[in-house]
């Protein structure tokens, strides 16, 4: 589900409108959607969600931090599955840049 053809479609959906604010704002938006989506232990929507926040300007290790941040308040069996989904999308897009 993480293949560009499905971030296209998630994009033409009813999210990218709502949050096609531009610089620091999307990173906003992104990164707490990506918070709202751990804490509610919602990690399929992660696939989608973290690639639209690197698109909106995070970086791998903002993200990692506030998984990590989050595994304190939410508990650790969801930030794990939350980590997992985010080693995937990193690891992948290291093997798309080879």
């Known amino acids: ?3 560009p053809q499905a971030r296209h479609a998630h994009r033409r959906g009813a999210v990218r409108p709502r949050l096609g604010a531009p610089g620091a704002v999307a990173q906003n938006q992104s990164l707490v959607t990506i918070a ?3 804490s509610a232990g919602q ?3 992660l696939n989608w969600h973290i ?3 690197v698109e909106n300007g995070l970086t791998q290790a903002e993200i990692t931090k506030s998984v990590t941040h989050r595994a304190f308040y939410t508990g650790w069996p969801k930030a794990v599955s939350a980590m997992n989904v985010t080693k995937r999308i990193f690891d992948a897009d290291k ?3 080879r």
């Open 1 to 3: 589900m993480n293949s």
């Open 51 to 53: 690639p639209d926040g």
């Open 95 to 97: 093997e798309e840049a």
């Open 36 to 38: 709202g989506l751990l």
């Open 43 to 45: 990690s399929q929507p």
